[in-house]
């Protein structure tokens, strides 16, 4: 089975601008969740969608929106970027709901704003 | 609120010995636990988990301790090996799921050759 994937892996904007991430789940997984890594601040969940619902959402500011589509692949986007969203940005899925499965991460895609 | 915490941002530990990462929670509702592994340039990985039910579980050279009434659990590695060598992440989540999973800031592991 492919493992999760995440496109693009690195990406370089300015601030003001967006960036859409996207995510491709394991084959059959209807759960995708969302994180942002950053030094010393562990994975701060953003949000969790399930069967193309959002399940959970986490204490983010309203530039940072996802969706989910009904093959499970998922989107983040953010808008008017800011130099504190850069970071790695991690998409994990699971066959259930993350917090009663087991996720599995993708690889990631890193964002520097500058 | 840090609901998980993960106090030791690293430990360095020798290769064959112990290694004991602890994790502290807040929110008495956490009934689901995991450990995840990360190294550099890739994704977290599943290491090993438990419920509120258990207080204990193995594979291989993981275990997991769940202490309930002190709201703390623990990974030990034995033995360690330079391998083991990344950064755990600790989770919970409540509610059998249906709350988000929440992470520890992770402690760095060092296993020295």
């Known amino acids: 089975k492919a493992g999760v994937t995440q496109t693009p892996r690195y990406l370089i904007k300015t601030r003001g601008q967006q960036v859409t991430l996207s995510c491709s789940p394991i084959s059959g997984h209807r759960s995708v969740s969302w994180y942002q890594q950053t030094p010393g601040q562990g994975l701060q969940f953003l949000f969790e969608y399930f069967s193309e619902t959002q399940r959970n959402k986490g204490n983010f500011p309203g530039r940072f929106s996802g969706r989910q589509f009904s093959n499970s692949r998922s989107e983040m986007n953010v808008s008017t970027l800011e130099l504190g969203d850069s970071a790695l940005y991690l998409c994990?899925?699971?066959?259930?709901?993350?917090?009663?499965?087991?996720?599995?991460f993708g690889p990631g895609t890193r964002l520097t704003v500058l | 609120d840090q609901q998980v915490k993960q106090n030791s941002p690293s430990l360095s530990v020798q290769e064959g010995r112990i290694s004991i990462l602890n994790c502290d929670y807040t929110n008495s509702m956490f009934d689901y636990f995991l450990w995840y592994k990360k190294y550099p340039a890739e994704g977290p990985t599943f290491l090993i988990s438990?419920?509120?039910?258990?207080d204990k579980n193995e594979d291989g050279r993981f275990t997991v301790f769940l202490n309930k009434s002190a709201k703390h659990l623990s990974l030990h590695i034995v033995p360690s090996q330079p391998g083991d060598s990344a950064v755990y992440f600790c989770a919970a989540s409540a509610q059998g799921g249906s709350e988000k999973l929440v992470f520890g800031k992770g402690t760095k592991l060092t296993v020295n050759p």
């Open positions: 438990i419920s509120s039910i258990k």
């Open positions: 994990a899925s699971s066959f259930v709901l993350a917090g009663a499965d087991t996720q599995y």
